[in-house]
């Protein structure tokens, strides 16, 4: 995965402190923290795969004060806005940023492994196929017992795929090959059954997304 490749899909705002914020993540926290607290998702150390703005972490930790997040990207930018969130807490839960390529086998400084939760949000379909294989390897590589693997973002379902995720689907393609709209199902299960990793839930959330969470046994 290229660092230097640009990874957002819309405009984002940035204010004097270096915080970039995203539209949709402002649509869509919400529903996160209730996927997060029905599943109890709410404690110990979190992994952020592709943190993206950073404020996914800013805000959960905020909703969740037993919970310790870790950012990570390989996105400059990305890493930028993820120290500026850290900077401006309240609290001194948010680590990191680190870089992390999701399709190599070695995540550097996070290989020591234990983590209670890794999060990824909206990469799947924006990164080639080679990082969601090395994503749900390195799940079942570092998780704790017991832990959880959560993913949102857009899927298909055993070959059925809403329209507007289809075309959705076919616009990532036309800005790279390697992108696009994954089968949750046909492509993502049999990724987490070799790991080692079990469906615990899939959630529906706004715009045709999915919540996803595995748990290692």
Do not use: C
């Not at 949750?184 to 997304?209: H, I, K, W, Y």
């Amino acid at each position: 995965m290229a660092e230097d490749k640009p990874v957002a899909l819309e405009p984002r705002n940035e204010a004097a402190d270096g915080r970039r914020y995203s539209p949709s993540t402002a649509r869509n926290r919400e529903p996160i923290r209730d996927v997060f607290a029905a599943q109890g998702l709410g404690t110990g150390r979190a992994l952020e795969i592709a943190s993206g703005t950073g404020e996914h972490g800013a805000f959960l930790t905020e909703q969740f004060p037993e919970l310790r997040w870790t950012y990570s990207d390989i996105d400059a930018d990305g890493r930028a806005s993820q120290s500026a969130w850290k900077a401006a807490a309240g609290h001194d839960r948010l680590s990191g940023p680190l870089v992390i390529d999701a399709s190599s086998d070695d995540w550097g400084n996070a290989e020591a492994g234990g983590w209670d939760l890794i999060v990824s949000m909206n990469m799947v379909h924006i990164s080639p196929f080679a990082a969601t294989e090395g994503l749900l390897r390195g799940a079942g590589r570092l998780l704790a017992p017991g832990g959880h693997l959560l993913l949102y973002g857009p899927y298909a379902r055993n070959g059925e795929i809403a329209p507007s995720n289809a075309a959705f689907s076919e616009s990532l393609k036309s800005r790279d090959a390697a992108w696009g709209v994954r089968d949750l199902d046909l492509e993502l299960f049999p990724l987490a059954s070799r790991a080692g990793l079990q469906l615990q839930a899939v959630t529906e959330m706004p715009a045709n997304n999915l919540s996803v969470v595995f748990r290692r046994p």
